[in-house]
């Protein structure tokens, strides 16, 4: 990621973002904290990963936590 994109994602932490998970996309607020990004889904944290499409497009990708419906 270059320097532009990684300060793209430092001004989306506080907001609600679009989140791909388990095929589905979910909006949620973007958090950070010592660990990295994540997100609150059903009282869980769950880590969120950044990632660019082929046309250079910012999105998040993460995992659905085990347990949760």
């Known amino acids: 990621m270059t320097p532009l994109q990684k300060s793209d994602i430092q001004s989306l932490i506080g907001k609600k973002i679009k989140v791909l998970m388990a095929g589905r996309f979910y909006q949620r607020v973007l958090h950070e904290d010592s660990q990295g990004l994540h997100i609150k889904y059903a009282n869980h944290r769950v880590p969120v990963k950044p ?4 046309l250079h497009i910012l999105y998040f990708t993460a995992l659905k936590p085990k347990g949760v419906k």
Request: proline share 0%.
């Open 51 to 54: 990632d660019l499409n082929t």
